[in-house]
């Protein structure tokens, strides 16, 4: 199995080789294409706030973006251009990984074209949107699909009053004290890195900052600095509960974003020179692989029961708290998991304007069992990054299934996903 993912590695993109390409007429190659696209990445960037995630390459070139940025109407030309060399150049007897970094740099440059277009003032159904950002089209189930999750976790957590005031209460007694936070996040984040370190060899000087901040739309961030270096916040507006901090824990950093990011750096930046890897667009199919490997990489690090027995043995004594009911909330995040995809029907719905904010917010505190200040959170992550939502629970399913599907080592296989240009429709 190990010779099977090393092998598929180097076909996606991660040995040491470099493959060659046959350049069109012009001379045109990936290598020429590849900085065009990260000069129109960095360019949308000065057109949306936070459209670039991340970007480690040479610092003159984002000066020069942000000193002279084309129009938003010239960008969509200089995809469509770039859409077309990078068709111009043929592969037809080129490397394999050669095939694959064409393949991706014309999804990417795909999704930044759709992008442009949204900034420019287009609109998309729910499910057109995230086709054309991040390369897979969600099933946008009937909410009352989801009715008899609901029931399951009513007969879990019996009682009088509104379901979501219940499941609030119960896990209420699982809030990690506000002066606790910082000792509870480190035991949990070290334990990320612990059980990821022992099956991935992660970069020498790879390291993080920790902060808690406030106002945000989302519950943690990466943000990734290059160099295997990460700066992980986490928004502490909000209670946290011990089993957040392993999923945070993980989905931040190990195996998570950190990993992820310092892997696509050592792997292509560093030792390939592929520029296009240097940068990262939020709205761009990476982020679905991206989103879907950091929430897989929680079950990954921690499966079957192992998540309660460290909440019990570890954070709640850090926390102070009671762990008699450990098991009975672990069914309920279990449940409520399966609730996680009503909350595109809701977006659907909401950013089409068939359903105004407070119904909008009635709706996902009813199918995500939030009070009515977590609900309106959510919704205002929902109206900043819109179809972004589906690459947390599809994206983990998709990435599950594909990890599961090469074979017993799960560790080698998403050491491959997190190392390579492997694309949505790959493993879709």
Known sequence: MRTILISLLCLLGACATAPATTPDASGDSLDLIAR??????????????????????????????????????????GAATLTGRLNAVSTDRADPAAVQRKAYLLAHVSAA??????????TMSFADEAEALFGVRPELRPLASYDPVLAEIDALLPGPGPLADRVTEF??????????????????IAECRRRTARHIALP??????????????????????????????????FPIYTER????????????????????????????GWVEMSVYPLFSPMSFVAEGSANYGIDLAFPDDEGVDFEREVLFPLAGLDPST???????????????????????????????????????????LADRAKATQRLRFIETYRSYIINYGLGRDVVQAWVERQGPNRWDAMETLLSSQILPADID
């Not at 074209?113 to 287009?122: H, K, N, V, Y």
């Not at 007694?173 to 910082?182: M, S, W």
Request: with cysteine.
């Open 36 to 77: 065009d696209y990260v000069a129109l990445i960095l360019e949308i960037g000065e057109h949306e706030e936070g459209y670039v995630d991340a970007y480690y390459g040479p610092p003159e070139w984002a000066a020069a973006a942000e000193a002279n940025p084309r129009a938003v109407p010239q960008l969509i030309q």
């Open 113 to 122: 074209a759709a992008r442009l277009r949204m900034i420019s003032g287009e």
């Open 171 to 188: 896990k209420s007694h699982y809030v990690i004290p506000k002066d606790r936070l910082q000792v509870v996040m480190d035991a949990a």
């Open 204 to 237: 020498a000087n790879e390291n993080f900052t920790l902060a808690f901040v406030g106002d945000k739309p989302w519950s943690g961030y990466n943000y990734y600095q290059g160099d295997a270096q990460s700066k992980i916040e986490i928004n502490a507006d």
């Open 245 to 272: 901090a392993i999923d945070l824990g993980c989905h931040e950093g190990y195996p998570g974003h950190h990993v992820y990011n310092a892997l696509l750096e050592q792997t292509f930046v560093r030792e390939r």
């Open 326 to 368: 450990a098991e009975k909330k672990a069914q309920l995040q279990a449940l409520t998991r399966r609730l996680a995809r009503a909350e595109y029907t809701i977006a659907d719905a909401y950013l089409a304007g068939r359903i105004d904010r407070e119904a909008a917010i009635d709706q996902l505190m009813t199918y995500s």
